[in-house]
């Protein structure tokens, strides 16, 4: 009798577990989402106004970092034909030495097609960075692939000039003799 009574009693715990707790109507289910979709629609702009903000200023976080990447790339026009720095390119490294904020202060070296030439723009831009370091601490130097935007300033000039040169001489229309016919 009591095998009988634990069997029935385990049975029925076993089935009332098994069957879900509340068993949803259709009705019931109407009124949730109704009630779901309401409350959403009076919070509307709330869930979505910072992810519209951070979708707006990641362009700009990305030109910004864009920016400061080009600013302190010593391209290949600060360099002499053997790889040392030219006057322009120390006075490029110490410019990004000391006004590039601290976070983005790396040096880009660009990349030259002979390996030897490229590492002896790494050796000088490594020498000079040592004896001009803020707190004696040297940025991380990188060598990258990008190239410069543009071209040589004495390119510019010569077309500049040539432009100048081509300018015609200003000149004033001749005189007009204007007789009244009376």
Same mark, same amino acid.
């Given at each position: 009798?009591?095998?009988?009574?634990?069997?029935?009693?385990?049975?029925?715990?076993?089935?009332?577990?098994? !069957?879900?707790?509340?068993?949803?109507?259709?009705?019931?289910?109407?009124?949730?989402?109704?009630?779901?979709?309401?409350?959403?629609?009076?919070?509307?702009?709330?869930?979505?106004?910072?992810?519209?903000?951070?979708?707006?200023?990641?362009?700009?976080?990305?030109?910004?970092?864009?920016?400061?990447?080009?600013?302190?790339?010593?391209?290949?026009?600060?360099?002499?034909?053997?790889?040392? !720095?030219?006057?322009?390119?120390?006075?490029?490294? !110490?410019?990004? !030495?000391?006004?590039?904020?601290?976070?983005?202060?790396?040096?880009?070296?660009?990349?030259?097609?002979?390996?030897?030439?490229?590492?002896?723009?790494?050796?000088?831009?490594?020498?000079?960075?040592?004896?001009?370091?803020?707190?004696?601490?040297?940025?991380?130097?990188?060598?990258?692939?990008?190239?410069?935007?543009?071209?040589?300033?004495?390119?510019?000039?010569?077309?500049?000039?040539?432009?100048?040169?081509?300018?015609?001489?200003?000149?004033?229309?001749?005189?007009?003799?204007?007789?009244?016919?009376?």
């Amino acid at each position: 009798m009591r095998r009988f009574w634990l069997v029935t009693f385990g049975t029925m715990i076993l089935a009332a577990t098994a !069957l879900p707790a509340k068993a949803e109507y259709p009705l019931e289910r109407f009124w949730r989402r109704f009630w779901q979709t309401a409350h959403a629609n009076n919070r509307w702009p709330s869930p979505y106004v910072l992810p519209d903000r951070e979708a707006v200023r990641a362009p700009f976080r990305q030109m910004v970092a864009n920016g400061w990447k080009a600013q302190s790339t010593l391209n290949s026009h600060y360099f002499e034909e053997n790889g040392e !720095l030219s006057a322009a390119g120390k006075e490029r490294l !110490l410019d990004i !030495l000391t006004h590039v904020p601290p976070e983005h202060r790396q040096i880009r070296v660009e990349r030259h097609t002979d390996p030897q030439i490229t590492s002896a723009r790494i050796q000088s831009v490594e020498k000079l960075a040592g004896q001009l370091a803020v707190n004696g601490e040297v940025p991380p130097i990188t060598v990258t692939n990008e190239r410069a935007h543009g071209w040589p300033a004495l390119e510019v000039d010569h077309s500049r000039r040539k432009f100048i040169e081509s300018i015609p001489e200003p000149r004033l229309p001749e005189k007009q003799n204007f007789t009244d016919a009376n």
